[in-house]
T-cell receptor, first 117, second 111 residues
Framework: NAGVTQTPKFRVLKTGQSMTLLCAQDMNHEYMYWYRQDPGMGLRLIHYSVGEGTTAKGEVPDGYNVSRLKKQNFLLGLESAAPSQTSVYFC?????WGRGRSKNIQYFGAGTRLSVL | DAKTTQPNSMESNEEEPVHLPCNHSTISGTDYIHWYRQLPSQGPEYVIHGLTSNVNNRMASLAIAEDRKSSTLILHRATLRDAAVYYCILTKETSGSRLTFGEGTQLTVNP
């Protein structure tokens, strides 16, 4: 199994450009998450999804949109990139809460390094 | 949400045990203690979690104080590959709960 796969791995954007980051998981997980990590800091939750067709805001949602059209994919969009969005973006997935499983055991991708000039 | 306090950095020698502390004096009865680690240039990786009793798995052991106000992640024999940032996170097992990452402890392992 590949686990959680993020594409692209690196990207440089100019201010105002748009892009979509793709996250794919092959573990049949119900929950998926997008985080950002700035230098020397912990991860902060941007948006998350508890199932196909549903999304919710996290701690730092402004400037981002997400979609979960298929259970295995979670897309993160930047409509008009700003230098403040320069960061490393991590996607994660987990089983849903309950049923004897911990939703807090999350599996992370390798990250996307984004620079906005 | 209850907060955790961890040392910014720790050092260890290869093949020696490592004890990584975490203080969480305001922990509630329904908070689980989770540990994740992040190796350089990688995403975080789940290590272990527990509620009240000590826990062991193939990666590490988790020792939880009787009053639950602190816990210790134990790596029994550190290897160079264990050099990472270790995060201690409190979270509840409910539908709305989330992982909140602090700054963690940077573990350096000396050969």
């Amino acid at each position: 199994n590949a686990g959680v796969t993020q594409t692209p791995k690196f990207r440089v954007l100019k201010t105002g450009q748009s892009m979509t980051l793709l996250c794919a998981q092959d573990m049949n997980h119900e929950y998926m998450y997008w985080y950002r990590q700035d230098p020397g800091m912990g991860l902060r939750l941007i948006h998350y999804s508890v199932g196909e067709g549903t999304t919710a805001k996290g701690e730092v949602p402004d400037g981002y949109n997400v979609s979960r059209l298929k259970k295995q994919n979670f897309l993160l969009g930047l409509e008009s990139a700003a230098p403040s969005q320069t960061s490393v973006y991590f996607c994660a997935s987990s089983y849903s809460w309950g049923r004897g499983r911990s939703k807090n055991i999350q599996y992370f991708g390798a990250g996307t390094r984004l620079s906005v000039l | 949400d209850a907060k955790t306090t961890q040392p910014n950095s720790m050092e260890s020698n290869e093949e020696e045990p490592v004890h990584l502390p975490c203080n969480h004096s305001t922990i509630s009865g329904t908070d689980y203690i989770h540990w994740y680690r992040q190796l350089p240039s990688q995403g975080p990786e789940y290590v272990i979690h527990g509620l009240t009793s000590n826990v062991n798995n193939r990666m590490a052991s988790l020792a939880i104080a009787e009053d639950r106000k602190s816990s210790t992640l134990i790596l029994h024999r550190a290897t160079l590959r264990d050099a990472a940032v270790y995060y201690c996170i409190l979270t509840k097992e409910t539908s709305g709960s989330r992982l909140t990452f602090g700054e963690g402890t940077q573990l350096t392992v000396n050969p």
